[in-house]
């Protein structure tokens, strides 16, 4: 893979210096001094980037004003529950340990980014648009295989309201949209740049309005064209529309790549859903999953959460302490600056899951990426298919439910929405990460650490298989020892499994081989050999 100059070159460098304004590391504010008093904005706090999003500006920006956040009721539950129920998980612990009483900082906005305002009351709309001066939107569908028509609702549409909002607020310093370094993966090079959409964001968003959804199910595939699905095709649309609508806001995107698990902050290995690499991950641990189709040379452009929440935070700072006149584009990855294979994807999640296993597992785990369709047929077939067929009837004779087939259908459908960003790679620019990091102070750098060389991809993985367990799976660390033994038991019968396996097909081939039954005799012959040898070799000794 050709690889993309890292330090930005003196010409891009002064039109840089002209975009962004003069002003020394010395003149610069800190971060936490910028959001001191400050009223913030947040979409999407539900979700992973932002539960961890928040968290961070809690811990670090202690004199952070409120934190506005949009939660819209769900399951029976209204925002002010939905909140407290994030605000007591773990990720919430150190915070609240370190500055008692920061929850009530927190402010909940009833609303919904598919409506118009956002949902919100007249009231939420005064307080929010007179008090806020940073917004983060990261509220968006991260399901890739979402129907066209709500794809474009959330992550398009999203977009023309959070506009509209933001053009009533008179306080406005930064307004970070999280996109997604995937937006434009119909390119092989994909600079810090907003590209021309392959129709308008109103067409599209009109079409949609006025078609039933039959119609637009068969216009899928041709709509998003060369896109692998609807996520990265109405990302990129919304990255358009937003250039538009908010022209002359201080606008920066953030695109992160893969998200993953916490690198370092509030804790190692955090992670709260299944999305991406995670389900892997434990389909993985959990010995469901032993082939996939990937390529194990390709690059596997995996960002830590609180590395993609650091940059946002970062991009804030710099959008409202330097004012640059143009809307500024971070490539926020990790492939042209520390690269990481899917091959060691492979090796490693391998290594961890033996090192610390699950509690239940159904197979011993043995993943292997393969850009074969044949081995990957066969191995869906043999290695995943039927074995689970087999299960099952062992669960129907002892009189529990069978499960195994069921969980294999739900395991490839979300395995074949990833595969291809596992069996393709790209070259991101990473110009303005670069720059953001040079313009922060060495404290600021401590800080809000966003620099993705200094991950070492042995460490992380090890705590994001560890995490995996602990906080998706609800297992204990102290439970290890039984969940070792369990699967050194699971080795024995995997190896006798084989052995007999073995046994079976070589004694039938020797059957119906005439060429096989000699070879059988000869080596039968050559053990007797020896075995009638072995008492003259000890005596001669």
Known sequence: MAAITQSMTEKEQASMAAITGSMTEEELISIPEFFQGKTVFITGVTGFMGKVLLEKLLRSCPDVGRCYVLVRPKKGLQ?????????DCKLFEKVKTDQPGVEHKVVPVCGDILEPHFGMSEEDQQRVCEETSVVFHSAATVKFDEELKLSVQMNVVGVQHLSSICRRMTKLQSL???????????RQQVAEQVYE???????LIDAV?????DTIDALTTKLIGSRPNTYTYTKAMAESLLLEEAKGLPVAIVRPSIVGASWLEPLPGWVDNLNGPTGLLVAIGKGLLRCMHGNFHATADLIPVDIATNAMIAAAWY????????????????????????????????????????NTIARVPN????LSNVWKTCSMAFDHLLPAYLMDAYLRLVGRRPMFVRIQDKLWKAVNTLEYFTCNQWNFRNDNIFMLLNRLSSEDRKTFPFDPRSINWSEYMENYCLGAKRFILKEEISELPKARLQLQRLQRLQTVLKIVALAAAWRLLVKRVPVAHSLWNLLLGWVLWIFQKLPMLARSS
């Not at 309005?209 to 959804?213: E, G, P, R, V």
Request: proline share 9%; glycine share 4%.
């Open 79 to 87: 925002p002010e529950e939905r909140i407290r129920q994030i605000l």
């Open 176 to 186: 970070i949209h999280v996109s997604t370094a995937y937006a434009n993966c119909d």
């Open 197 to 203: 959409p392959p129709m308008h964001p109103r067409k």
């Open 209 to 213: 309005q006025w078609m039933d959804k």
């Open 319 to 358: 959008t409202g302490v330097e004012k640059p006149s143009t809307t500024l584009v971070y490539n926020c990855t990790t492939g042209q600056m520390n690269r990481f294979t899917w091959g060691e994807v492979e090796r490693m999640s391998h290594e961890f899951f033996i090192k610390n296993p699950c």
């Open 367 to 370: 993943p292997h990426f393969t």
